[in-house]
Nanobody
């Protein structure tokens, strides 16, 4: 069983940056592929990005490519989402997710464990 706790959300202005963190419990965190998803009010959950268990491979949604960066520190059981040049359309609840099979990717159904989410609000 893995527990995920996101933090770092908040209210920022367009063009600002935020870094989200996702702290994971469990001794096998380093074997998990990790993903970030978001859900805006009235919209479906959407994929933001994912990182392989080693951190050597990342993938991003087109909407955030070039602005967001995912990284991980397996020694700290933490994955990060660095968000730069934020836009009002980035406003959403952001969730991290873990795939114990190490597959990762953009499909939410791949991930077995989810955090409770952290709110990010970007004002114009």
């Amino acid at each position: 069983q893995v527990q995920l706790v996101e933090s770092g959300g908040g209210l920022v202005q367009a063009g600002d940056s935020l870094r989200l963190s996702c702290a994971a419990s469990g001794r096998t965190f380093s074997r998990y592929a990790m993903g970030w998803f978001r859900q805006a009010p009235g919209k479906e959950r959407e994929f933001v990005g994912a990182i392989s268990w080693s951190g050597g491979s990342t993938t991003y949604a087109d909407s955030v490519k070039g602005r967001f960066t995912i990284s991980r520190d397996n020694a700290k059981n933490t994955v990060y989402l660095q968000m730069n040049s934020l836009k009002p359309e980035d406003t959403a609840v952001y969730y991290c997710a873990a795939d114990h099979m190490g597959r990762g990717g953009s499909l939410g159904t791949t991930y077995e464990y989810w955090g409770q989410g952290t709110q990010v609000t970007v004002s114009s």
